[in-house]
């Protein structure tokens, strides 16, 4: 076993996790074609810290392809009542990730 990281060094790796996926954003807004790159340093500072993307942040990539998912340009967006679900799918490879609602809170 791995001796985990200080929780302060998970703390700042989890605010530039945010900080990179605001990058991509701003990125795919610009069209820089940079937001897979960002998307790319962001999961590695997770797995390397070992922290989870943050909740809202879950979406906003394909954990396929590891492209950058914006609704309605990359990635399409639906809810399924019945399964209590938002699923969502990446244009870029087809891969469909279903995010639950209504389970915690
Ligand atoms: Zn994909």
């Not at 700042?12 to 960002?38: I, N, P, S």
């Not at 009542?81 to 389970?103: E, H, L, Q, S």
Request: proline residues 3%; hydrophobic residues 35%; aromatic residues 8%.
């Amino acid at each position: 076993m791995r001796r985990t990281k200080p929780a302060w060094q998970k703390e700042l790796a989890l605010e530039r996790v945010k900080k990179l996926f605001e990058l991509a954003a701003e990125a795919h807004r610009e069209k820089t074609g940079m937001e897979g790159r960002y998307v790319e340093l962001a999961r590695d500072i997770a797995m390397h810290y070992r922290v989870s993307v943050p909740k809202g942040l879950r979406a906003k990539f394909c954990r396929k392809c590891g492209s950058y998912l914006s609704a309605g340009s990359t990635s399409a967006v639906r809810t399924s009542a019945a399964k209590k679900a938002v699923i969502i799918t990446c244009k870029k490879c087809g891969n469909i990730m279903r995010f639950p609602y209504g389970k915690r809170n």
